[in-house]
């Protein structure tokens, strides 16, 4: 599975790192979220689902 983060609509609110620190994490210059990993095991898909849902300017995209 790929995870896709949109940096136009991300707002550093960092909700994706508190659903799922493995597979996000939050840029030092800006605070903005970005993706650790572009390609994720399927062990994975719960906590990028969880993070995806929790995002409140749903700039997580995550594809099969």
Avoid at 33 to 56: D, I, L, M, N, Y
């Amino acid at each position: 599975m790929k995870i896709r983060l949109d940096p136009g609509k991300c707002q550093g609110f960092g909700m994706c790192v508190g659903a799922a620190p493995e597979l996000f994490g939050l840029r030092e210059g800006d605070g903005y979220g970005f993706v650790r990993t572009q390609e994720a095991a399927a062990e994975h898909r719960e906590k990028a689902e969880e993070a995806a849902s929790a995002c409140p300017m749903r700039a997580i995209e995550i594809i099969d």
